[in-house]
């Protein structure tokens, strides 16, 4: 039902869904920030204090629907805000009644689709999680699907399909500890392959 209410919208190719979840709380006066990875293809979520923020170059990325039908942001994203041409009113009304009807409203939010597809996920405690492409991570069995794109399949059915998966690492966990604070890409990248979380080729 939820692809039919993306495709009636014409919005099947600009918005996704995402299972919510948290992982550790965050302190207050930050916000969660996705980042694109430059070095490996994946993204890097991360708590962020909020007057560092360029608001010129921040948008709403995952949306929390409100029981009034407001999207209220709850994680941001790096980069300007991608067109949104088509998210009406009646739409978001549509997805609000769906969501309420089926008691989904705290357990999936309303994505801004990035055209990233087959990761899967790290979480790295207080330096947040990465999400890399499943042929660049090193990974064991994969946990739990948590992100959802619009699919439609070669005998014609639409519906979602997961995209990101939590995974755990070859050693077991799905929470790995690094001691410091990571400032940047290339810390990630390092504590990473360090971690055994990235193939070695």
Known sequence: MLAEILERHGLKKKLSFHLIHRHDLIDDGKVMMTSNLNILIGKWIRPVDIHNLNLT???GYLFKMS???SP?????R???LPDLAGVSPDFLSELNHFFQGNQLGDLLALGVTDGMEGLVEFDLGHNGTVLLKQEQANYGKLAKETGFIYHEGGDGIRQLKGNEQHAETTTGPHKVFWDGKLENEAELVKASHELGLIRCE
């Open 72 to 76: 209220r942001v709850y994680k941001y």
């Open 78 to 80: 790096e980069g300007p």
């Open 57 to 59: 170059n921040t948008h």
């Open 67 to 69: 029981s009034d039908g």
